[in-house]
């Protein structure tokens, strides 16, 4: 793989994972960490980088994609699991949470007069026609959308940096790695990772890496590159965070903290900057989930629903749940995502070590472990309904579930011991 074409696949995968939510946590975790924002920063990068980047790498590693999860935990629960994933951020929340992102912040604040309904036209058509074409995603993706989102971004941080007010306070909660690791698993992208590893795995394809070294080693490259960019953009946006945020921010939204930041430094052009920032974090997120959800469509119906036809059919569907509006998709987003996610996060550690670990019985195990303890966590935070939730290991840190799946995946390998199981290579 040659040099150039590692970076772009390392600026596709990097503008992928940045959407609207990675671009307001760190400011917030910046503001109440205060002159402790690099403890914060470490908290949140190992949970949302590290944890991200490693759940790709972990695909091409034990497999070829949404392929090694099916390999670990069998056919049709890692169907399920893979549908559940890839249809939920592509199709019903993250992607027409894309638009309806963009609208809240760059044009209602210019004019809220414009309807909804008539931006997400304009918008869901912009998609389309970028991902229309499988074959040039990475490079629609790499060439062109990250370049303007990253100059945007770095055009804030510096003008932040520079800024000769910024006075750092002390910080204004003693929980600050909690919160850090907590708001990290809030905006984790490792959900996606079956999606965008497939749009990956086609690219590498397109270049000619067919063998498992080749491709594993072009996967490390994207994903290290991919990591490095957004270690260093959540630095800067932390460090401003904390050096312009003032205490009686506290309590504003996280969106609402970075306009108030970005209008305190660039006024009402700031504004409209952030604007275009959070359009293009929310345009590059959307174009790499539709092509990821038509990709998965189309292998899962063995090329009975081609790739075009697919887009198009995600196209319609995401303009009807965008115009639901930003609050209602969120509300309904939360209490799914606290189900769906840990037993995506277990299944994909364990891959790493899928040389050591192979039987199924160990994924399945801890995969159900951690579907059943994030259903009781989501009972409780959703609905307060199971106030002993509070109680379990790991809780305030967003961990919850851990338990459940340490117990399931002990389980799973005591069973396997006393009745040795056909033993599934997943490497």
């Known amino acids: 793989m040659k ?47 590290v944890m991200s980047c490693l759940g790709i790498y972990a695909l091409f590693y034990a497999g070829d994609g949404p392929e090694a999860i099916s390999n670990a935990v069998g056919k049709k629960a890692g169907m399920l699991l893979n549908s559940a994933a890839i249809f939920l951020t592509g199709i019903f929340i993250a992607a027409p949470r894309t638009a309806a992102t963009t609208y809240e912040m760059l044009v209602k604040p210019i004019n809220s007069h414009i309807p909804l309904w008539a931006f997400s036209i304009v918008f869901f058509a912009v998609v389309y026609l970028l991902t229309r074409r499988q074959t040039s995603l990475v490079d629609v993706i790499g060439r062109f959308l990250t370049p303007i989102l990253t100059i945007s971004i770095l055009v ?18 003693s929980q600050i790695m909690p919160l850090s690791i907590q708001t990290g698993y809030q905006a984790m992208d490792i959900i996606t990772a079956a999606g965008f590893s497939l749009i990956l795995g086609q690219n590498f ?54 306009v108030a930041i ?129 109680e379990f290991p790991l809780y305030n840190y967003g961990f919850g579930w851990m338990l459940f799946a340490f117990i399931g995946g002990l389980l799973g390998l005591v069973i396997t011991k006393l009745k040795p199981q056909p033993v599934k290579e997943t490497a």
């Open 262 to 390: 970005t209008s305190q430094l660039l006024g009402s052009f700031g504004v409209r900057l952030l604007g275009l920032i959070t359009a293009c974090a929310c345009l590059t997120t959307c174009v790499g989930l539709f092509g990821a959800t038509a990709s998965y469509i189309d292998e899962l119906s063995h090329g009975k629903i081609k790739y075009s036809k697919a887009i198009i059919l995600i196209t319609v569907i995401n303009f009807i749940i965008c115009n639901l509006g930003l609050t209602r998709i969120i509300k309904f987003a939360s209490p799914i995502l606290t189900v769906i996610v840990p037993p995506i996060i277990v299944i994909l550690l364990l891959l790493l070590a899928s040389k050591f670990v192979k039987a199924q019985l160990i994924y399945q195990g801890a995969a159900l472990g951690a579907l059943v303890g994030g259903f009781l966590v989501m009972l409780q935070d959703s609905f307060k309904l199971l106030p002993i939730v509070k």
């Open 3 to 49: 040099k150039k074409d590692l970076l772009v696949s390392g600026l596709a995968l990097f503008a992928m994972f940045f959407g609207a939510g990675n671009l307001i946590f760190p400011p917030y975790l910046g503001l109440m960490s205060g002159r402790l924002w690099p403890l914060a920063l470490l908290g949140f990068i190992s949970i949302e980088v």
């Open 205 to 258: 394809a397109n270049m000619g890496l067919h063998t498992r070294k080749e491709r594993l080693k072009a996967a490390a490259g994207t994903c290290f590159i991919a990591g490095m960019i957004l270690a260093a953009i959540y630095a800067g946006l932390a460090y401003i965070g904390a050096a312009l945020g003032v205490p009686g921010l506290k309590d504003v939204s996280q969106a609402a903290l970075l």
């Open 156 to 173: 804030l941080i510096v003008i932040g940096i520079m800024s000769p007010d910024g006075k750092m306070h002390q910080p204004l909660t």
